[in-house]
């Protein structure tokens, strides 16, 4: 993690400071780097919003060599190296011509090997020592072509990997077409069909509302203008307007009984 610093040269940008760095590495004087930043339009407006206008002394450019400097240099190094390792990388992967290279060294050894056993076999006489050089020989190589064999097989399923991940990216983007399809055909349909549902809500404008409604659920459409106003009291196809105590059409009966005695029969009417 690279350190904050608050100093007047670490405030300024990135590409400045590299350049700062390139041009400190390559021996330029302390007082040509200072006119030279001093003089750039940006370190200017920075100096100014931040630093009340107050130039970078040559002090400011030795503080920043003690401690800014060295850390920039440590992340370049380390910024070129890594550069080096993919360059190489893509160079060695350009000649290998999309073979892995321990396949290509692979063929180096082999050849190698059997040069190797020929001479080795060309000097024995002996029957006995020649038998015993060929049966080492033997060995070597049956592991070279039990590690060819693994390499293979290790290929062949790489391919069929291959294969198969991209018949399922196909399936895939055919499957989600399908849906899209189905999708749109539905809406047509629910289009359609609003008339209808508006009818089952008793029509007119509160009909058309709940089918709209119902269509958005569907669909996961938006529903924030249908909700705020529904909860705005919109009336009914019959022209009133929902009564508040809808909710609640009981109503308790007002007079008070007594749990141990029945209330009093009403008087008949005279004849």
Not at 18 to 41: A, H, T
Not at 68 to 96: F, I, K, M, S, Y
Request: some cysteine; aromatic content about 4%; proline content about 5%.
């Amino acid at each position: 993690m690279s350190t904050t610093y608050i100093g007047k040269i670490g405030r300024l940008p990135k590409s400045t400071r590299d350049e700062l760095g390139r041009r400190i590495e390559d021996g330029e004087p302390g007082k040509g780097l200072v006119k030279w930043l001093n003089g750039l339009p940006r370190v200017q407006e920075i100096l100014k919003e931040q630093f009340g206008g107050r130039e970078i002394t040559e002090q400011n450019l030795s503080e920043w060599k003690q401690g800014g400097h060295p850390d920039w240099l440590r992340r370049e190094e380390a910024r070129l190296l890594v550069a080096g390792v993919t360059e190489q990388h893509n160079e060695l992967e350009a000649e290998a011509d999309g073979m892995e290279i321990s396949d290509r060294y692979g063929s180096i050894l082999a050849a190698e090997l059997i040069r190797m056993a020929k001479t080795l076999l060309e000097k024995e006489t002996d029957t006995e020592k020649r038998w015993q050089r060929f049966r080492e020989v033997h060995r070597e190589l049956s592991q070279l072509r039990r590690d060819d064999h693994r390499a293979d097989q290790t290929m062949l399923k790489r391919a069929r990997w291959e294969r198969e991940t991209e018949r399922e990216d196909e399936e895939d983007v055919e499957r989600m077409k399908r849906e899209a399809k189905h999708r749109l055909r539905s809406m047509c349909i629910s289009e359609l069909m609003k008339g209808n549902m508006a009818g089952v809500f008793g029509g007119g404008e509160y009909g058309k509302h709940m089918a709209e409604m119902l269509h958005r659920i569907e669909f996961d459409l938006p529903l924030d203008d249908l909700v705020a106003s529904k909860s705005s009291g919109k009336t009914h196809a019959n022209g009133i307007k929902p009564d508040q105590t809808e909710s609640n059409p009981i109503q308790s009966n007002p007079t008070n009984f007594n749990d141990d005695h029945p209330p009093n029969p009403e008087p008949a009417a005279p004849a």
